[in-house]
């Protein structure tokens, strides 16, 4: 899911505007079938690995965010010049690593020299232009500094899919379609299909593939139509605001907090409604409201079966503390 900067971070306006759009195409409401991501909850799904606990989207914070409990990661793709799909939330490699430019200006072996860890800094996350001394990781990845230990440098790069479906064969892994700007519509489609031949080949079903851009999942959903997806900005607010059916191989809906602070989206209502139309819920935050204590105990109690922290541990904590059922453990339903 995005940062704060993301296009998903719509006005009230534009969204009303591509839910009207639309809905020109809306399909009948299909019988739901039985959805297997109903019954897993209550995930953490580290979000980016974790962007404030550890680099975003690098193998380092995958590995923490799992070794804490999480129960799904959650990361996004770009593509390279030679068209290999990278895990990288922006469009350029500027803000998160030592290196400049766009994603598909580099090719694999450039971006594999950059340092994914240059710019983070604990507890507040990417944070470019501060003193040397505010980036404990920095060099981690050059052979500069000694990486903690388990790690290896190479968990301080910009990772490839590939690594990770290698890494964590038996994790579940949201993936978010990401493209080179809101209005490159070509370039999420672009990802789209890399992203389908990949899961393909892949085999692998313990994925949902979400994108704010619809287009973007509606075309990896005709390439690939065995793995669940989750709908984009449209397809949400279009069954936010009217109850229009999301596209078709929808498990979820991945839902922020709030629209830009001003429309609360994540109600006990909403998520009842889904789960009573066959869907699972999994709420994002990304400075749509605060990664803090308060807000994920709220998320909780209203019922929604995924969470998308960016502090896994502090959620893992809450969790624990509520006693919280787990995917496939035993403990306490928080919406029995």
């Known amino acids: ?5 993301s296009p998903r971070h719509l006005t009230v306006a534009a969204t009303v505007s591509v839910v009207a759009t639309l809905l020109i195409a809306a ?14 909850r209550v995930m953490n799904m580290a979000h980016s690995g974790g962007e ?15 070794g804490l409990g999480s129960d799904m990661i959650e990361l996004d793709v770009q593509s390279t ?46 944070v470019p232009g501060l003193p040397d001394d505010a980036y404990p990781l920095r060099g981690i990845r050059t052979g500069d500094v000694a990486p903690p230990s388990g790690y290896e440098p190479d968990d301080f790069a910009i990772p490839t899919l590939a690594e990770v479906f290698e890494r964590f064969p038996d994790t579940p892994i949201n993936i978010e379609i990401k493209g080179t700007g ?18 393909v080949e892949s085999g692998r079903t313990d994925v949902i593939v979400s994108s704010f ?15 669940p997806v ?22 979820a809906l991945q839902i922020p907090v709030t629209l830009n602070g001003l429309i609360r989206i994540a109600t006990p209502e909403l998520i009842a409604r889904a789960h009573g139309d066959g869907y699972a819920v999994h709420v994002w935050f990304s400075g749509t409201a605060p990664d803090d204590e308060a807000t994920y105990r709220d998320i909780v109690g209203d019922c929604a079966d995924g969470l998308m922290p960016a502090r896994p541990g502090l959620l893992e904590q809450i969790l624990d503390d509520l006693d919280s059922v787990r995917p496939g453990q035993p403990g306490i339903d928080p919406c029995p």
Do not use: K
């Open 52 to 66: 404030l606990e550890a680099p975003t989207n690098t193998l380092y914070a995958f590995e923490r965010a799992v």
């Open 230 to 251: 989750a709908p984009g900005t449209a397809g949400i607010a279009a069954y936010f605001f009217t109850g229009t059916p999301p596209i078709e191989g929808t498990v």
């Open 1 to 5: 899911m995005p940062l704060s900067s």
């Open 81 to 126: 010049q030679d068209d290999q799909l990278v895990v990288l939330h922006n469009a350029t490699v500027d803000d998160t690593t030592d290196g400049s430019g766009t994603i598909t200006d580099l090719t694999l072996a450039e971006v594999r020299q950059l340092d994914a860890a240059y710019n983070f800094v604990p507890d507040e996350g990417t």
């Open 213 to 227: 851009n619809d287009i973007a999942v509606s075309t990896f959903h005709n390439l690939a139509p065995q793995v």
């Open 182 to 199: 809101t209005l490159n519509v070509g370039s999420f489609q672009h990802n789209a299909r890399l992203l389908a031949a990949f899961l």
């Open 27 to 40: 399909p009948a409401r299909a019988e739901q079938v039985d959805n297997p991501w109903l019954d897993m």
